[in-house]
């Protein structure tokens, strides 16, 4: 595909229309790489201007975890060990997260893992949101696995908290491959749900878990279909101790190239530049210009830290994005 290819399909979406999957595949090939960066940076311009989300998260940690995902150090079947002192109370949280925002912090995904959530675990969870919430002026995402309508509305109602999250992680077609104990149709039914309430969405991915492009275009499309209005999209980081934990490394281009697919495909949508960052340090600011327009601070079993969030917020700075 040459310039003049990927220009036609970039005005087309700018010009408000959709990309096909065809299409995103026939970028997937263009013959001069950093066109269709600049194409998908020039997207993100129109659509998104040049204001930059950091975001952080906390893990209510109930119980180990039942699922068999092969990508999570947590899981069920990982070998991975790590102490308790992730776990946090509600109180615990909100006064680090008072802390973060006075540093620029103002998105802030709340994790649960457990098991499924019943009526009297949403209860003690609602409560803990509701301890949080009161004493910070964030956005909250919780992020509590698929739930029911009622359950949902009864969340809105009770927190007043208007953000959902699933972690979706992979297409439809490659998801039995990495995870056989959790449905990907349960967690679409409670983002669509959550969308018929009045949430705003958003979807957490990984990528370089085996799957190939197509699989990551399709996933993209899907989220558009749902309506999704955040992606954080994770590069796989290869615990030791987990079923993934010889899977190679994608490669720095293919990795751009999913974020200007990304932004293709869902031009009006906050791109999180996610969990794995420390593997791909050297082409941060180049995703920055390649569709991303938002971070989130920190690994999967590490502590958000002052100087992380100043760090993103200086290279954000020097890329002429305001946070």
């Known amino acids: 595909m040459n310039f003049k290819e990927i220009k036609d399909i970039k005005d087309k979406v700018m010009t408000g229309g959709c990309i096909t999957r065809e299409e995103a595949l026939a ?8 066109n269709l960066y600049y ?15 950091i975001f952080t998260s906390f893990t209510i940690m109930d119980s180990q975890c039942k699922e068999d995902c092969k990508f999570c150090p947590r899981s069920a079947k990982s ?29 802030v995904k709340i994790n649960y893992i457990g098991e499924k959530i019943q009526d009297r675990k949403l209860d003690e969870l609602m409560e803990s949101l ?47 491959k990495v ?20 949430y705003k969405l958003s979807a957490g991915i990984i990528i370089g878990m085996g799957e190939t492009m197509e699989d ?11 309506g999704i209005e ?8 290869a615990f030791e101790g987990t079923e993934l934990e010889k899977q190679p490394k994608i490669g720095n281009q293919e990795i751009l190239t999913t974020f200007a697919i990304f932004r293709f495909i869902m031009p009006r949508a906050t791109l999180v530049l996610s969990r ?26 590490s502590e958000t830290k002052e100087s992380d969030i100043e760090y993103n917020k200086q290279m954000f700075d020097r890329e002429g994005f305001t946070v």
């Open 216 to 226: 990551r275009i399709d996933q993209a499309l899907k989220m558009r279909d749902l």
């Open 79 to 107: 070998k991975v060990e790590y102490s308790d002192s992730n776990k946090k109370d509600a109180q615990s949280i909100a006064s680090e997260i008072a802390q973060f925002q006075k540093s620029g912090i103002s998105y």
């Open 27 to 34: 970028l997937t090939k263009a013959s001069n790489i950093s």
């Open 276 to 301: 794995g960052r420390s593997l791909i340090k050297i082409i941060e600011v180049d995703a920055l210009h390649a569709g991303i327009n938002a971070a989130i601070i920190g690994e999967l079993l």
């Open 179 to 198: 995870c056989s104990t959790n449905e990907i149709e349960a967690k679409y039914q409670t983002l669509t749900y959550a969308k018929e309430l009045g």
């Open 39 to 53: 194409s998908a940076n020039q997207l993100r311009a129109k659509f998104c201007g040049y204001r930059a989300r």
């Open 130 to 176: 509701r301890v949080i919430k009161s004493q910070c002026n964030v956005d909250l995402l919780p992020s509590l696995g698929p739930l029911s309508k009622n359950q949902l509305e009864k969340l809105r109602e009770k927190t007043g908290i208007d953000r959902y999250h699933c972690n979706i992680a992979t297409s439809e077609k490659f998801y039995s």
């Open 230 to 237: 955040t992606v954080f999209i994770n590069i796989l980081y």
